[in-house]
């Protein structure tokens, strides 16, 4: 029985490396415990965290190399593959995960209904699988079988407090996602097969032979719209509905889960569909590709003013990711090694930080009734610690020297100025000083307000694990900025 079943696995698994296949599909694990989170929270919680844990272990060992895998059903072939981009992103998914669960295990039972904590954790994993197939691909077929995965497992979890406003916030993010995939996603990966007969993530610069440069920056065009997680105006509006979703899952969707996934996937399309060298050369003419330096840098400016007008704790911080996401597409379209390199810090630096902010954004919601921007500031003397917080990550975003988002952001504004693309640095810096402007209030009103507002909050407690989860990721932001050279040389091995 043993051999048979053996044989059976060999079939489907002929060409596949077992540490990788066992790392994208370990959360699923997850699925068939989620039953303890109801009544066995603390031997569940343990048991979440080892899976994690077992799971960065097994991504940071894993080999990194251009061999793509293939997992064969016989109807569906799914290829995988670890180069250095998905080895990064896999690494930091597993941390996001880890901490994700750790701050989930208190938020659950405190905001949501005992019947639903079930269904909570079991699509958080269900959305870390997908994320890893995303993370993993080494085609396109494979990369849009996920992304799609992607959307429908991180829905739920948005309407998971079914009332009106929830459901419409679903509703847009299916719309969203799916339609942009119909409508632009896949006539592109038609082009793109038609013309060259190949989908793989293979570095034969497949789209260089087209010799049509309008037909490559149309192909182009369809994958920047058509990949919508990357919210560029008009495909944003989705992220900041979502904002309504339980803190947990939005920090996992502004981390990793959904935005980062998409900045994943213009990447390998740039290094492996197109050609860095290619991609180069289109985005030198303004039709054929440098017209997205402009939509980037208006999609960051418009969304850091709209960050500035509202007084919603949570959607300030989701216009921010907008703003940030922008950064990072246009740093990838510029496509030298020094600009992916620091749109790749970026994505580091800036999914550790943010996910802290709408971690105290949760803590505010949840422990002191806090949600706007201006009852945050009332509160904010009372709870210097967590502002402390805020004012870390916030300039870090922003890119205040030493701090780990400053390495990206340098490293972008340096690329710019080399291939001549001043229009991209002014945006970049104007994005940066609107986003002082909307973090420096709650600074100032925790530690430079001289008549604060004496607050009881004695009765207050914020829970253990919420707190641990913060100190961890604060922790490796600080790790980034001390070994941020190792990172860097490690990275340009394999760039």
């Known amino acids: 029985m043993q051999n048979a ?31 303890l989170a109801k009544n066995h929270h603390k031997v569940y919680l343990f048991f979440i965290l080892f899976l994690a844990s077992f799971s960065f272990f097994l991504s940071y060992n894993l080999n990194i190399s251009s061999q793509i895998y293939i997992i064969d059903f016989g109807f569906l072939k799914l290829k995988f593959m670890c180069d250095i981009y998905a080895y990064f992103f896999g690494i930091l998914v597993n941390i996001v995960w880890f901490i994700t669960n750790l701050y989930a295990y208190s938020y659950a039972t405190l905001n949501i209904h005992k019947q639903q904590i079930n269904s909570f954790f079991r699509y958080l994993s269900l959305s870390i699988f997908a994320v890893f197939g995303i993370c993993y691909a080494g085609d396109l077929i494979t990369t849009f079988i996920f992304t799609t995965l992607l959307t429908l497992f ?27 995939d119909l409508v632009f996603m896949v006539p592109a990966f038609y082009l793109i097969y038609h013309y060259t007969g190949n989908l793989d993530f293979v570095k034969n610069n497949l789209l260089e032979s087209l010799h049509n440069n309008t037909v490559a920056g149309f192909i182009l065009f369809l994958l920047v719209f058509g990949l919508s997680k990357n919210c560029i105006i008009p495909f944003h509006r989705w992220l900041i509905k979502s904002t309504i979703a ?44 440098g017209w997205i330096f402009y939509l980037c840098g208006f999609t960051a400016i418009y969304a850091a003013y709209r960050a500035l007008k509202t007084t919603v704790v949570k959607r300030r911080f989701a216009y921010s990711t907008v703003s940030q996401l922008s950064y990072i597409l246009s740093s990838f379209i510029l496509a030298t090694p020094l600009a992916i390199t620091a749109g790749t810090l970026h994505i580091i630096s800036h999914s550790l930080c943010k996910i802290v902010l709408f971690y105290i954004a949760g803590i505010f919601a949840t422990v002191y009734g806090v949600h706007s921007t201006q009852d945050a500031g009332k509160l904010a003397p009372n709870v ?45 810096l104007i994005g940066s000083f609107i986003n002082v402007l909307y973090i420096y209030p709650i600074v100032k009103a925790g530690f430079f307000n001289k008549n604060p507002a004496k607050l009881d909050l004695t009765h207050k407690t914020i829970p253990l694990t919420m707190k641990i989860a913060i100190i961890i990721a604060i922790s490796l932001a600080i790790c980034m900025s001390v070994f941020i050279n190792h990172i860097i040389n490690f990275f340009h091995q394999y760039v």
Do not use: R
Not at 387 to 404: R, Y
Not at 411 to 427: E, G, N, P, Q, R
């Open 384 to 428: 210097k610690y967590l502002v402390a917080c805020i004012a870390f990550c916030g300039a870090s975003i922003i890119g205040f020297p030493l701090l780990p988002g400053s390495f990206g952001k340098d490293y972008m504004l340096v690329a710019d100025w080399k291939t001549h693309h001043y229009s991209s640095m002014i945006f970049l």
């Open 246 to 289: 339980p803190v947990p899952v939005s920090g996992l969707l502004h981390s990793v889960a959904a935005v980062k996934s998409a900045s994943i996937i213009i990447l390998k399309i740039i290094v492996y569909i197109f050609g860095v060298d290619y991609i180069q050369k289109l985005n030198d003419n303004f039709f054929t590709g």
């Open 5 to 35: 079943t053996n044989l059976k696995l060999k079939k489907i698994l002929p060409n596949m490396n077992s540490a990788l296949a066992l790392l994208i599909f370990l959360p699923l694990i997850e699925i068939f415990s989620s039953n």
């Open 154 to 180: 991180t829905a739920p979890l948005i309407v998971l407090t079914k009332h009106k406003e929830t459901i419409k916030a679903k509703n847009l993010y299916l719309l969203t996602h799916l339609g942009s």
